[in-house]
């Protein structure tokens, strides 16, 4: 695993000083001169890191926490993916009662996106467990032909942290077929409970922390356009 050299921490400390800096309470006493020449330094710093950096790499990306978003902010990622002109397959673990309104849209692109949704809905109501694994074990085979596939730049496993820490999936064989993918391949994880050790595999994570919620807090139910 990659770690930190001091010069990149050394950057790091003196961006996020910068930064404080210029967001403090100090900022309406700065000159435009001091102004100017903190953005010129944050920038020469940023520069530098940037020409330094890998070009490219293929990416695995956690979103899990309990505050809401972990799936949209993957959606996203999705869109510029297609944008792009790039292959994208989306497997759902545990949503699939519902008919997703993100699928009806994204059949626009339906030569660029493959889209299953495999559960049966949320655990509480399928209310049998050999039938959950059954569904967990065959979305997790639709996976591996993704994510294998050198043709599909990203792969969305949609709340499949949930099905892992149900112990519907072993994390063992997850962190296996994820080491199949080929080196440009972007491999997205949602759902809450991600185990540590798909956190400390993952390139980057998210943890999406939840303050309110209209549900928990004024009994909202879920809408559509915000929930599915």
């Given at each position: ?13 003196e ?7 210029v ?12 102004y ?13 890191r940037?020409a ?18 972990k799936t ?5 990622m999705?869109l ?6 790039y ?9 699939g009662a ?20 495999m ?7 399928t ?7 059954d ?27 949930i ?12 962190l296996?077929?994820?080491?199949e ?9 949602t ?5 540590p050790?798909?956190i400390?595999?993952?390139d980057?994570?998210t ?15 879920a809408?559509?356009g915000?929930?599915?």
């Amino acid at each position: 695993m990659k770690s930190d050299t001091p010069e990149e921490l050394n950057s790091d400390k003196e961006i996020e000083r910068l930064i404080d800096e210029v967001m403090s309470s100090t900022l309406p006493n700065l000159t435009d001169d001091q102004y100017r020449t903190k953005m010129q330094r944050r920038k020469e710093v940023q520069d530098r890191r940037i020409a330094e950096a890998v070009p490219e790499k293929g990416l695995i990306i956690v979103n899990t926490g309990n505050g809401k978003g972990k799936t949209t902010a993957a959606l996203g990622m999705v869109l510029r993916s297609l944008g792009h002109g790039y292959k994208v397959a989306i497997i759902q673990f545990i949503k699939g009662a519902w008919e997703p309104s993100e699928k009806r849209v994204f059949s626009l692109w339906e030569d660029q996106l493959e889209f299953h949704a495999m559960g049966e809905g949320f655990t509480w109501e399928t209310q049998d467990r050999d039938r959950d694994l059954d569904k967990a074990s065959a979305a997790w085979e639709k996976s591996l032909e993704y994510i294998r596939n050198p043709d599909f730049q990203l792969v969305l496993l949609d709340e499949i942290n949930i099905a892992l820490k149900m112990a519907y999936l072993q994390i063992d064989e997850v962190l296996a077929g994820l080491a199949e993918k080929p080196p440009s391949k972007h491999v997205i994880l949602t759902g809450r409970g991600a185990p540590p050790a798909l956190i400390e595999r993952a390139d980057l994570v998210t943890e999406m922390t939840l303050i309110k919620h209209p549900f928990r807090d004024q009994g909202v139910k879920a809408q559509a356009g915000i929930e599915y």
